[in-house]
């Protein structure tokens, strides 16, 4: 029987600020580790709430040391501040105290953005049924997010919700595993899907529109070292009241699509290249548009169903 490991939930309040404020906790990913420091109280309840499920680790190497630290001088009591710093440096303006999470998350994902290039970085949600990927890529707005959080609350692995992370080594898709940023109208239609929906408050009126992050399963969450190998490539886009549609794309359409929905297509060069042209080729790429997620859903098992089918009879 295996033991269950010490999760942040486990942890009291007590402990977990002191740990922020020490600076000695550590976010593990999957594709990267993030250690995180903190003297805001208020930011640890939220902290908590989302990443619950994440084990405590105690690993040697974080490949990004962050902070969410409050305002200074009357910042620290006159309309509070969070303030976000990556290596001691403070790379961009600060947000309201009450954002703080929301503050976090947008900093990692730009720490990811920006200085995580050993990796292809598709902008896209990808899953997994077993080692079977999915990559979900869409520009912001398409309902991605919604559909990507929906199927992982009927069964199959998240890997990530923004971040695609390709390895043009193996091709293999590796978990970037971070609570799912949820925006507007996908918030209470995430809320109702399910009864077991954990989300952080709803931050109203940040620079994205009202922002709620919902947590990852614990599945997905003990899963993030093991990658997954694409098997399929689906371009979501949500229309209110439509008919489910499915359309196969040609390869050369597929790729153009997958590569511009990259973050760092451009300063890989030609890793980028021959790492989605890889994928292209070994993946059917299907345009979806949904208007029910359940229906989406079941036509994304099917089309896996039968990319596994199709890749093992040839």
């Known amino acids: 029987m295996t033991a269950e490991p010490l999760r942040l939930r486990h942890l009291s309040p007590v402990i977990l600020r002191q ?24 930011f640890v309840a939220d902290l908590q709430r989302v990443y619950g499920a994440f084990a405590l680790v105690d690993p040697a190497f ?8 409050g305002g200074r001088g009357l910042r620290a009591y006159l309309r509070p501040q969070s ?4 290596d001691g440096v403070q790379p961009f303006d600060p947000f309201p105290q009450e954002q703080a999470l929301a503050h976090f998350e947008w900093g990692v994902n730009w720490c990811f953005a920006q200085r995580f290039n050993q990796h292809v970085l598709l902008h896209a949600g990808a899953l997994a049924l077993a ?11 398409s309902g991605k997010s919604t559909l990507t959080a929906a199927m992982m609350l009927r069964g199959f ?7 695609g992370v390709l390895c043009p080594r193996s091709g293999q898709l590796w978990p970037m595993l971070k609570p799912l940023a949820l925006k507007n109208r996908s918030i209470d239609v995430i ?17 994205k529109g009202d922002v709620a992050h919902l947590a990852p399963g614990e599945t997905s969450v003990d899963a993030r070292r093991l990658p997954a190998h694409p098997r399929l490539v689906i371009f979501p886009s949500f229309r209110q009241g439509a008919a489910l549609s499915i359309r196969r794309l040609p390869a050369e359409e597929a790729f153009a699509h997958l590569a511009f929905n990259s973050f760092n297509y451009e300063v890989l060069g ?9 994928v292209i080729e070994r993946c059917p790429a299907f345009a979806l548009d949904y208007s029910r997620l359940d229906e989406a859903i079941e036509s994304v098992r099917a089309l896996l169903a039968d990319a596994r ?5 040839a």
């Open 19 to 42: 740990r922020l404020a020490s600076a000695s906790l550590t976010l593990d990913y999957g594709a990267a580790v993030v250690r995180l420091g903190s003297d805001l109280a208020a």
């Open 83 to 86: 303030r976000f710093l990556i």
């Open 157 to 163: 692995r998240l890997l990530s919700d923004e971040f």
């Open 62 to 69: 974080a490949d990004f040391h962050t902070q969410i630290r």
């Open 309 to 313: 089918a199709a890749s093992e009879g």
């Open 131 to 141: 080692d079977r990927g999915v990559i979900m890529a869409a520009p912001p707005g």
């Open 270 to 278: 030609a890793i980028s290249f021959n790492a989605v042209a890889d």
């Open 191 to 207: 809320r109702d899907y399910a009864e077991d929906v954990i989300l952080g408050p709803v931050y109203k009126g940040t620079r």
